[in-house]
């Protein structure tokens, strides 16, 4: 066990790895009533294609979401019911490349955290639970097609790629998850709920050493010894966008626009990822934030209105930035847009003053996110998986200037890698 | 783990609850009138309007800039109802000095951002009228788009026709129609009347000290105390279920059920209470059990109350061709409790985990602040919390479903000629 103190910001963690390849992490709150446990695995919607000590598989889409759904299920019935019955509220979710399953309690943690291990651990697929779930997901499906932000989401990302399985919904289609059989899970559950995949996150008021060595006896208790190479394929994804122009219509009260810029991902390391992803975070709030004048001018000549909303996106195996906003005349507000990416890259926009304030704010807010133990779990996990160390964050904040701000910002938002896409009323 | 300090600030009551596990402070006004049409929509564009522009920060980005300086302090506000009233809620919610390593009494500063916000519009002019009317752009534009959701303007609609001719139907965020007519001056007046007759509160938590009371005091200041009394309103029989039909191009069908329930101590508000989190108010309860998980009958199945005025309501995600099945579904589960086809193992596994879910909230300082406005809000003389749960046994779980009266039922789904598609 090994423990690390972060003094800057009051906070303890302690590590270890077990031997059969799990890690674990134990985050000290004290005084908080609530503990939090996430178990999460590095499998995605991304990974429908790989090989497994030298074999190849591919799977339909949409199946590591199937299988978070199926996980709960098991031969004496749902296991969300026990977790209640323990007084534990539990949930999961699936993203483009992990799988977390979690729960919260402030009674009987230990028995909570067993529930959760051997209900990750243990699966039970039957080909009668499987063609059921079909239809539960197949309605979930439905549910989102019918919400016009995450239509418009995925429409923006299917012009950026070709190929990527980014453009998929996670959930996948009523064709991709009718195919999916009980042999496909066991697969993806042997091959991607290995311990050496999965890391765990317990936050809360801990006697740390005990709860270790639980688990570590726990998964010394499963005897895995052999660690399996998982290579995971994705398929070739050119640099060019697949499409610059879209029209959709909808049952939709006003228009919305989402504009997106591809960025091919070439950063191998994950601290260049890092310092792109938050120099992207600054530049972009001091050109379209809220504190920005071309904020309030687009405001103000009706371009945009408060659902004007902006990110940029940084995963291992692509990177890209999004703008959307209501508006009433979107090809207006993107000929604005690509004036304005083309003054700030003139002008000496990104100053140290702008930037030293935008960096207040967001160890701010960084501070304030500490108080929640669900903002620490999902995003220590997050941090890990992607190789940093989340209570490093203020470190490398710190490290970030205007010029770094600027050559990505410049970089990023190359209007020949633009694509639009428009949602309109029907008529 | 953390004590409250009752006292009075100007002859404001105040309530400090000090607490060391937050990395922050939150500092919080509640302003409380009864919820009326005329008021509600004013009040949301008033308030909306005071956390952008004040008299020392007269443009959003120099506001915006100064709460940047002091480590990105969070001003917002938030619109909500109680009982028969509305609630007006001004937040502040800031770094505690002991992370930050320069000089910057950040308490103090915050206390004067939230006296410029309450003063503002006394002197709203016509330098404001071209933010005024911008205001009114975005409100719209936000109400809108909230009938893109489905979700939200199916209970929309379903609380239009329940509540036809009662306030209730005046949700918390305000009347799209009424937009347009008000005018600055309405505005003006309506933060007058705010600022001297409603019922205001002052609450904190975090790790402070005694220096808390004076800058507390900086934020405002009354001649006397305002107190409105808090009353949920009056229980209506139902004589008939009311039923509308909408039609939309969508994939899935929304069925909202409204109801009604005679509750008349704390300890029925408190099984009404209990009664829900079985019936749909949970992942473990009856709807998701059997209506999604059993009978695939929906995707989403949830139910929520109103404690207080003693509503209760079903909402799901159906498949347009099971509204009427799914419909039969609900009541035959509510059924259950008046005929007593459930566990007490069931029931105390309910309140077990309301236990947990109150003390969760208290690691939340929104949290702690909200149990400790709600204790305000009390009579005098009702039960603790636990006490009244522990009160609600089978019977009166039994007894509160027989006062639960179905409404309304409401439909939004698609139109046969889509349905042939």
Known sequence: ?427 | MYNVTKTEVNHIPARIINTDKFKTITIQLQLRSRLSKERVTKRNLLSRMMVKRTLRHPAEADLLNHLAHYYGAHLTTNVGRKGQDHIVTFSMEFVNNKFIREALDIPNEMCRVLKDVLDTPFEYDEDFTAFFEREKRLYKNRLKSMKDNRAQASFQAMVNTMFEDEEYKYLSHGVLEDIDSITLEDLREEHAEMMSADDMVILTAGSVDDGILENLSLIHSREEKEEIDHQPYPYRAVSKVKRATDTQKIEQAKLNMGFRAELDSAESHMAFNVLNQMFGGTASSYLFRNIREKQSLAYQISSQIDVRNGYMFVMGGVDAENVEKAEKGILEELERFRSGDFEDSFIDEIKGMMRVNRKEVMDKPKGLIALEYNQLLKKPDTPEWETQLARVDRALIIEISKKIHLDTVYVLTRSDEDAAD
Request: proline letters at 4%; aromatic letters at 12%.
């Open chain 1, 1 to 427: 066990m090994q423990l690390t103190e972060y003094r800057e910001i009051d906070e303890k963690v302690y590590s270890h790895k077990c031997t059969n390849g799990l890690e674990i992490f134990v985050i000290q709150k004290p005084g908080y009533s609530k503990k939090f446990a996430t178990y999460t695995t590095k499998y995605g919607s991304m990974d429908d294609l790989f090989m497994v000590d030298g074999r190849e598989h591919r799977v339909p889409d949409g199946i590591a979401h199937f299988l978070e759904h199926k996980m709960f299920e098991k031969e004496d019935g749902d296991v969300f019911n026990l977790f209640s019955k323990y007084g534990a509220n539990a949930n999961a979710f699936t993203s483009y490349d992990r799988t977390s399953y979690l729960f919260s309690t402030t009674e009987d943690f230990t028995k909570n955290l067993d529930l959760l291990m051997n209900m990750v651990e243990k699966p039970y697929f039957t080909d009668e639970t499987v063609e059921r779930e079909v239809g539960i997901i197949n309605e979930e499906i439905k549910m989102y097609q019918d919400n016009p932000g995450y239509k418009l989401y995925f429409e923006t990302l299917n012009q950026m790629y070709h190929q990527l399985p980014v453009k998929t919904d996670i959930a996948g289609t009523l064709d991709s998850i009718s195919e999916i059989t009980k042999e496909h899970l066991f697969t993806c559950h042997s091959t991607f709920y290995h311990p050496s995949n999965m890391v765990m996150i317990l936050v809360g008021d801990f006697e740390v050493e005990s709860l270790i060595s639980h688990v570590d006896e726990h998964q010394n208790d499963r005897g895995i010894t052999h660690i399996p190479s998982i290579e995971r394929k994705l398929p070739e994804e050119p640099a060019e966008i697949a499409l610059k122009h879209k029209v959709l219509e909808m049952d939709v009260q006003d228009t919305k626009v989402m504009i997106g810029f591809k960025k091919l991902q070439t950063l191998a390391s994950a601290s260049e990822r890092l310092v792109r992803d938050l120099s992207m975070m600054f530049a972009l709030d001091m050109v379209f934030g809220e504190q920005s004048p071309y904020y309030y001018e687009l405001m103000d000549s009706g371009l945009i209105d408060d659902s004007f909303n902006f990110s940029h996106i940084e995963e291992i195996s692509f990177a890209h930035t999004l703008l959307t906003s209501t508006s009433d005349e979107p090809a207006k507000l993107k000929e604005r847009l690509t004036e304005i990416i083309k003054e700030v890259k003139k002008d000496e926009f990104f100053t140290d003053e702008k930037l030293a304030n935008q960096k207040r704010e967001v160890l701010g807010d960084y501070l304030s996110s500490l108080n929640s133990p669900e903002y620490i779990a999902n995003q220590f996990t997050k941090y890990h998986l992607d190789g940093y160390d989340l209570y490093k964050l203020p470190e490398i904040i710190e490290s970030i200037t205007p010029d770094d701000a600027k050559k990505h910002f410049i970089d990023v938002m190359d209007p020949n890698n633009m694509v639009e896409c428009i949602l309109k009323p029907h008529g």
